[in-house]
């Protein structure tokens, strides 16, 4: 399997741009996570899916993000405008039984 | 929210010698995991653990899932240079259904 990819690696951007970040899962996991890791806040859980549903996207910063997961193979998270303080990576994830397998992240820069 | 305490925050240590890292908690966990960062990467899962008590290994990585629930250790025998990482433990909290609880992270340094 060809684990969890991501696109793009990288994005520049500049403020007030629509950005959108791409994920397919590992084929057969029916969880998806999307995470934010910044060096001040450390690895933050934004929303997760089961089986293609929402279950909790609490750790949503504000209705700026939004995700969508349409079918079991892709997932989006857009960030609508986007902000400096958005910049950071952005991890997808997927999983069966518990155990999270992650891609490579988004490197996301906002100037 | 939900915290995991791990430690220690580094490590700096000589290549071949070992390493032992561990996260507590006052919550119970149904699951420990542990994951490697490198720079530039997604963290990556060394080991993941499923009951109470299980030690499992996987090279010269070994981990215990505490037999209280509440805590976990990963330890490293004769590391080498390509260990160099920042280490990561992660559980899923007994209430918290399938999201996952991170700890703040090892970041451990080798020197040849």
């Known amino acids: 399997d060809a684990g969890v990819i991501q696109s793009p690696r990288h994005e520049v951007t500049e403020m007030g741009q629509e950005v959108t970040l791409r994920c397919k899962p590992i084929?057969?996991?029916?969880?998806l996570f999307w995470y934010r890791q910044t060096m001040m806040r450390g690895l933050e859980l934004l929303i997760y899916?089961?089986?293609?549903?929402?279950?909790?996207d609490s750790g949503m910063p504000e209705d700026r993000f939004s995700a969508k997961m349409p079918n079991a193979s892709f997932s989006t998270l857009k960030i609508q405008p986007s902000e400096p303080r958005d910049s950071a990576v952005y991890f997808c994830?997927?999983?069966?039984?518990?155990?999270?397998?992650f891609g490579p992240g988004t490197r996301l820069t906002v100037t | 929210g939900q915290q995991l305490n791990q430690s220690p925050q580094s490590m700096f240590i000589q290549e071949g010698e070992d390493v032992s890292m561990n996260c507590t908690s006052s919550?119970?966990?149904?699951?420990w995991l542990w994951y490697k960062q490198e720079p530039g990467e997604g963290p990556v899962l060394l080991i993941a653990?499923?009951?109470?008590?299980e030690l499992t290994s996987n090279g010269r990585l070994t981990a215990q899932f505490g037999i209280t629930r509440k805590d976990s250790f990963l330890n490293i025998s004769a590391s080498i240079p390509s260990d160099v990482g920042i280490y990561f433990c992660?559980?899923?909290?007994?209430?918290?259904?399938?999201?996952?609880?991170f700890g703040e992270g090892t970041q451990l340094t080798v020197n040849p």
């Open positions: 653990l499923y009951k109470a008590g």
């Open positions: 084929s057969g996991h029916d969880y």
């Open positions: 992660a559980g899923q909290i007994e209430t918290s259904g399938s999201r996952l609880t």
């Open positions: 994830a997927s999983s069966y039984l518990g155990a999270e397998y």
């Open positions: 899916f089961n089986n293609n549903v929402p279950i909790d």
């Open positions: 919550s119970i966990f149904n699951t």
